[in-house]
């Protein structure tokens, strides 16, 4: 119930493309839902976050879209850059621990 | 741009060993997480902490592990008898919310145990 199941595994994007990673879970308590970005060798950081009352977020090229019935969320990373190239997470919480998705590696291609 | 800092980078350790793990929250969060990640794997919660008590620990955080907040600024992790399975990198994290929204993370320890 804790779980937080995120798909793909791994990402080919070209750049400009649109890249899409989701996630699904089970507890209807969570009410938080972040996504991280992560180079190698270096932290988590916070990228967006959404809460339930609303079903899309944006900022900038990133969007997050909240299906609450579905329990699933995903992240839209529109016109794709090299640089956007890294492992990101999703993860829920309903407390203040943060149960994290098991990662996406997305690599944009020129 | 506020952040959080780690020290070391990297720890190497013999099983058995004593390892204290270092973190600087920025410095107006008042909430303080530790959570690691096993090489190639997701980031799991260890402990939350706030105003000098454990809030929640997962089952990972056992008698061998313990937080302090020795003074106002640093936030430790010590792990007793260090195991060959404790190699991981290990994350810092704070927050000004209580509900645990917007945790920033640090740059990582990277513990390895021989």
């Known amino acids: 119930q804790q779980q937080v199941k995120q798909s793909p595994q791994s990402l080919i994007v070209q750049k400009g493309g649109i890249s899409i990673i989701n996630c699904a879970y089970e507890n209807t308590a969570f009410d938080y839902f972040p996504w991280y970005q992560q180079f190698p060798g270096k932290g988590p950081a916070l990228l967006i976050a959404?809460?339930?009352?609303?079903s899309e977020k944006k900022e900038g090229r990133f969007t997050i879209s909240f299906n609450k019935s579905a329990k699933q969320f995903s992240l839209h990373i529109m016109d794709s850059q090299p640089g956007d190239s890294a492992t990101y997470f999703c993860a829920a919480s309903n407390t203040d621990k943060l149960i994290f998705g098991t990662g996406t590696r997305l690599q944009v291609f020129p | 741009e506020p952040e959080v800092t780690q020290t070391p980078s990297h720890q190497v350790t013999q099983m058995g060993q004593e390892v204290i793990l270092r973190c600087v929250p920025i410095?107006?969060?008042?909430?303080f997480y530790w959570y690691r990640q096993i090489l190639g794997q997701k980031v799991e919660f260890l402990v939350s902490?706030?105003?000098?008590?454990?809030?929640?620990k997962s089952e990972i955080f056992d008698d061998q592990f313990s937080v302090e907040r020795p003074d106002g600024s640093n936030f430790t992790l010590k792990i007793r008898s260090t195991k060959l399975e404790d190699s991981a990198m290990y994350f810092c994290?704070?927050?000004?919310?209580?509900?645990?929204?917007?945790?920033?993370f640090g740059p990582g320890t990277r513990l390895t145990v021989t």
């Open positions: 902490f706030y105003n000098n008590e454990i809030s929640e």
């Open positions: 959404i809460r339930p009352d609303v």
């Open positions: 994290a704070s927050s000004e919310d209580p509900r645990g929204y917007e945790q920033y």
């Open positions: 410095s107006n969060h008042l909430y």
